[in-house]
């Protein structure tokens, strides 16, 4: 008796662990789909910063200037860096650009998301180290954050 509850519950572990990893997988295609779909809409350099309230950060504590700024400057990076955080299916997020920035202004959704200050700080020390080929930076982003990935703060 206990070895056949023992084999129903290993069959039940088995079927939720195949479930988490469908999940994860389904959540990463999604992340990958929309970064690349709104790669040739991400507004330029240029027109956020018109839009910004007077191009300054001045809600944004100043340990995450930095990282809005590198944004802001590297659109074309930071929107083919798909999010994983979950904001793409809570807020409508794209990409990792859409946690910092709006049409309008400043997003202020990554300044409460560790997730998205890691994203955003590891693309821009890629960057600062000579790294400039996107694929090897989302990549890397990936294998750091993507599912699967072990998350510590």
């Known amino acids: 008796m ?5 084999a ?23 992340s990958l789909t929309l970064a690349a779909e709104s790669r040739a809409r991400a507004p330029q350099h240029s027109e ?12 944004v504590p100043v340990e995450f200037e930095e990282l809005y ?3 802001a400057t590297h659109t074309e990076v930071f929107a083919d860096i798909p999010c994983f955080c ?3 299916e809570v807020l ?5 650009l859409d946690c910092f920035v ?7 959704h990554a300044l409460g998301c560790g997730v ?15 790294g400039s080929d996107v694929d090897v930076i989302r990549n890397a982003v990936i294998a750091r954050w993507g599912p699967g990935a072990v998350v510590e703060f």
Do not use: F, I, K, N
């Open 116 to 130: 998205c200050l890691g994203e955003a700080e590891q693309v821009l020390v890629a960057l600062a180290g000579g």
């Open 92 to 96: 409508g997020h794209r990409h990792l």
């Open 69 to 71: 700024h590198g944004a």
């Open 86 to 88: 979950g904001c793409a």
């Open 8 to 30: 129903t519950m290993l069959r039940r572990l088995a079927a939720l662990a195949l479930l988490a990893v469908l999940l994860l997988g389904a959540a990463t295609v999604r």
């Open 102 to 108: 709006r049409p309008d202004g400043w997003e202020a």
């Open 2 to 6: 206990e070895d056949s509850y023992l």
């Open 48 to 59: 956020m910063l018109q839009v910004a309230p007077g191009g300054l950060l001045a809600e």
